[in-house]
Nanobody, 112 residues
Framework: QGQLVESGGGLVQPGGSLRLSCAAS????????MNWYRQAPGKEREFVAR????????NYADSVKGRFTISRDNAKNTVYLQMNNLKPEDTAVYYC?????WGQGTQVTVSS
């Protein structure tokens, strides 16, 4: 049974940057595609970004394309989400996910 633990969230001003991390354990991380999702208050959870097991292919929601970058380090069993040029509408709880489950989420708040 896999476990995912997100970190790196916080409060940032519009235009700022954050890097989220998701540490995986309990499964063979390098075999699985990994995803980031987010859920804003009062809204449904939505897809943000995906990276395949080898890391050579990624895809993004249109709302974050060009601003966010997903990456992974299979040696460290960790997936990252680099978020640049953050906007107030990026405020949400961000979740790491794979086919075996979800992390607990990390709060990102973009506000001046």
């Amino acid at each position: 049974q896999g476990q995912l633990v997100e970190s790196g969230g916080g409060l940032v001003q519009p235009g700022g940057s954050l890097r989220l991390s998701c540490a995986a354990s309990g499964f063979t991380f390098s075999r699985y595609p990994m995803n980031w999702y987010r859920q804003a208050p009062g809204k449904e959870r939505e897809f943000v970004a995906r990276i395949i097991s080898t890391g050579v292919s990624t895809n993004y929601a249109d709302s974050v394309k060009g601003r966010f970058t997903i990456s992974r380090d299979n040696a460290k069993n960790t997936v990252y989400l680099q978020m640049n040029n953050l906007k107030p509408e990026d405020t949400a709880v961000y979740y790491c996910q794979f086919s075996g489950g979800w992390g607990q989420g990390t709060q990102v708040t973009v506000s001046s």
